[in-house]
Protein backbone atom coordinates (compact mmCIF):
# COMPACT_ATOMS: atom_id res chain seq x y z
CA UNK A 1 0.00 0.00 0.00
CA UNK A 2 1.40 3.45 -0.96
CA UNK A 3 2.12 5.64 1.78
CA UNK A 4 -0.34 8.88 1.01
CA UNK A 5 -2.66 5.66 1.11
CA UNK A 6 -1.64 4.70 4.18
CA UNK A 7 -1.83 8.07 5.62
CA UNK A 8 -5.18 8.66 4.20
CA UNK A 9 -6.39 5.71 6.23
CA UNK A 10 -5.09 6.32 9.30
CA UNK A 11 -6.60 9.98 9.48
CA UNK A 12 -9.98 8.38 8.35
CA UNK A 13 -9.77 5.31 10.97
CA UNK A 14 -9.17 8.31 13.69
CA UNK A 15 -11.96 10.42 12.66
CA UNK A 16 -14.16 6.84 12.71
CA UNK A 17 -13.15 6.58 16.19
CA UNK A 18 -13.93 10.14 17.16
CA UNK A 19 -17.57 9.71 15.86
CA UNK A 20 -17.76 6.52 17.40
CA UNK A 21 -16.78 7.82 20.99
CA UNK A 22 -13.95 5.53 20.78
CA UNK A 23 -10.29 6.92 22.53
CA UNK A 24 -8.10 7.51 20.17
CA UNK A 25 -4.66 9.30 19.69
CA UNK A 26 -4.35 12.47 18.18
CA UNK A 27 -1.69 14.73 16.99
CA UNK A 28 -0.97 18.31 18.70
CA UNK A 29 0.54 20.11 16.17
CA UNK A 30 1.87 23.38 17.47
CA UNK A 31 4.61 26.04 16.69
CA UNK A 32 6.30 27.34 19.83
CA UNK A 33 8.24 30.27 18.24
CA UNK A 34 9.27 32.11 15.20
CA UNK A 35 12.52 33.76 15.56
CA UNK A 36 13.29 36.96 12.94
CA UNK A 37 16.63 36.61 11.69
CA UNK A 38 17.07 39.14 9.10
CA UNK A 39 15.44 40.75 6.34
CA UNK A 40 11.85 41.01 5.21
CA UNK A 41 8.99 40.24 7.80
CA UNK A 42 9.01 36.54 7.62
CA UNK A 43 5.24 36.09 8.59
CA UNK A 44 4.26 35.23 4.90
CA UNK A 45 6.98 32.60 4.70
CA UNK A 46 5.29 31.04 8.26
CA UNK A 47 2.24 30.94 6.78
CA UNK A 48 2.71 29.15 3.83
CA UNK A 49 4.34 26.78 5.78
CA UNK A 50 1.58 26.54 8.06
CA UNK A 51 -0.92 26.32 5.24
CA UNK A 52 1.36 23.05 4.77
CA UNK A 53 0.64 21.57 7.94
CA UNK A 54 -0.48 18.36 6.53
CA UNK A 55 2.68 16.62 5.39
CA UNK A 56 4.24 17.59 8.69
CA UNK A 57 1.68 15.67 10.27
CA UNK A 58 1.76 13.00 7.84
CA UNK A 59 5.61 12.55 8.73
CA UNK A 60 5.03 12.46 12.11
CA UNK A 61 2.38 9.38 12.20
CA UNK A 62 4.55 7.68 9.62
CA UNK A 63 7.42 8.03 12.47
CA UNK A 64 4.27 6.77 15.22
CA UNK A 65 3.88 3.65 12.91
CA UNK A 66 7.19 2.67 14.66
CA UNK A 67 7.87 4.95 17.45
CA UNK A 68 4.74 4.84 19.11
CA UNK A 69 5.81 7.07 21.97
CA UNK A 70 7.45 9.64 20.08
CA UNK A 71 7.18 13.07 21.15
CA UNK A 72 9.54 16.26 21.39
CA UNK A 73 10.29 19.34 19.89
CA UNK A 74 12.40 20.56 16.71
CA UNK A 75 13.65 23.66 15.31
CA UNK A 76 13.75 24.14 11.83
CA UNK A 77 15.90 26.60 10.24
CA UNK A 78 15.78 27.75 6.54
CA UNK A 79 16.50 30.24 4.05
CA UNK A 80 14.56 30.99 0.97
CA UNK A 81 15.54 32.87 -1.97
CA UNK A 82 13.66 35.87 -3.61
CA UNK A 83 12.01 32.96 -5.99
CA UNK A 84 10.17 31.33 -3.15
CA UNK A 85 12.26 28.47 -3.31
CA UNK A 86 14.13 27.27 -0.69
CA UNK A 87 18.23 27.67 -0.58
CA UNK A 88 18.98 26.08 2.44
CA UNK A 89 17.55 24.21 5.52
CA UNK A 90 18.76 22.44 8.69
CA UNK A 91 17.46 21.08 12.00
CA UNK A 92 18.88 23.86 14.26
CA UNK A 93 17.76 22.47 17.35
CA UNK A 94 15.83 18.65 18.54
CA UNK A 95 14.52 16.52 21.41
CA UNK A 96 13.46 14.20 19.10
CA UNK A 97 16.47 11.74 17.98
CA UNK A 98 14.76 10.08 15.21
CA UNK A 99 16.33 10.74 12.17
CA UNK A 100 13.19 9.62 10.26
CA UNK A 101 10.72 12.28 11.31
CA UNK A 102 13.22 14.78 11.07
CA UNK A 103 14.81 14.14 7.45
CA UNK A 104 11.15 14.01 6.40
CA UNK A 105 10.54 16.84 7.97
CA UNK A 106 13.06 18.62 6.21
CA UNK A 107 12.36 16.97 2.64
CA UNK A 108 8.62 18.29 3.13
CA UNK A 109 9.94 21.46 3.57
CA UNK A 110 12.00 21.99 0.53
CA UNK A 111 9.34 21.11 -1.19
CA UNK A 112 7.24 23.67 -0.38
CA UNK A 113 7.42 26.75 -3.04
CA UNK A 114 6.73 30.01 -0.66
CA UNK A 115 6.10 33.37 -1.81
CA UNK A 116 8.10 35.28 -4.00
CA UNK A 117 10.18 38.61 -3.22
CA UNK A 118 11.31 41.06 -5.15
CA UNK A 119 12.28 43.23 -2.39
CA UNK A 120 14.97 41.03 -0.77
CA UNK A 121 17.10 37.90 -1.99
CA UNK A 122 16.85 36.10 0.57
CA UNK A 123 14.52 35.57 3.97
CA UNK A 124 15.77 33.38 6.79
CA UNK A 125 13.56 31.94 8.94
CA UNK A 126 13.59 29.90 12.44
CA UNK A 127 10.06 27.86 13.39
CA UNK A 128 9.95 25.44 16.66
CA UNK A 129 7.57 22.71 16.54
CA UNK A 130 6.06 20.28 19.33
CA UNK A 131 5.15 16.69 18.47
CA UNK A 132 3.18 14.39 21.06
CA UNK A 133 0.39 12.55 21.51
CA UNK A 134 -3.06 13.16 23.47
CA UNK A 135 -5.56 10.35 23.97
CA UNK A 136 -9.15 11.78 23.54
CA UNK A 137 -11.84 10.95 24.93
Same mark, same amino acid.
Given at each position: ??????? &??????????????????????? &? $??????????????????????????? $????? %?????? %? &???????????????????????? &? %???????? $??????????????????????????????????
Amino acid at each position: MNQLKKT &SLIYIAVHIAKLLGLVFVSLLFS &S $CAVKHLRGPDPQPIIDAYKDQKQGVQD $CYYRA %LEKHPN %L &SGEVTLAWTVLGSGVVDTAWIKET &S %LDHQGLEA $CLLDHLKAVQFPKTKRFAKISVEYNLTFKKQVAE
